[in-house]
């Protein structure tokens, strides 16, 4: 069985009627880069050191996008605050190099990540569920 992109597990689930079968499939299509997209947006601990919105970039063409964020996820560590030290503008280049990179779907899902903004189809609930102990709280 090929290995799904990461926009493909997340359209493949949120098209999932019930709860029960989003968790199942998340839980089936389980991986690295998931999991830290997930955490990423949903995680009120985990916060971006890059400006909010879309930086200006150019998306790899669709079927023939040099990289995936199944390899490209060990990276996010750059981005978050507390994560290596390094100059801004070097970060936002790491960040814009990634995004033309990958899938434009998947370049998307990391600028909806960073903006915190929610899944379409996929509660917090759902990848708490899913991933028990993934999600930490800021309390």
């Known amino acids: 069985m090929a290995t799904l992109q990461i926009y493909q597990v997340l ?7 019930h709860k029960q079968q989003k968790i199942e499939f998340l839980q089936t299509n389980e991986s ?6 997930l955490r990423g947006t949903y995680d009120d601990t985990v916060r971006w050191n890059l400006p909010v919105g879309a930086p200006p970039y150019t998306a790899a063409p669709e079927h023939s996008h040099p990289s995936s964020l199944l390899r490209e996820n060990k990276n996010f560590g750059y981005f978050a605050v507390g994560g290596p030290d390094m100059p801004n503008y070097k970060r936002e280049r790491v960040f ?3 995004l033309e ?15 915190k903004k929610p899944l379409d189809g996929i509660s917090k609930p759902i990848v708490e569920e899913a991933f028990p102990g993934l999600i930490l709280s800021a309390d």
């Open 11 to 17: 359209e493949q689930t949120a098209s999932k009627r």
């Open 32 to 37: 690295w880069a998931l999991k830290d997209v």
């Open 96 to 98: 814009i190099a990634i």
């Open 101 to 115: 990179g990958v899938h434009p779907k998947d370049a998307e899902i990391v600028i909806n990540m960073v903006n």
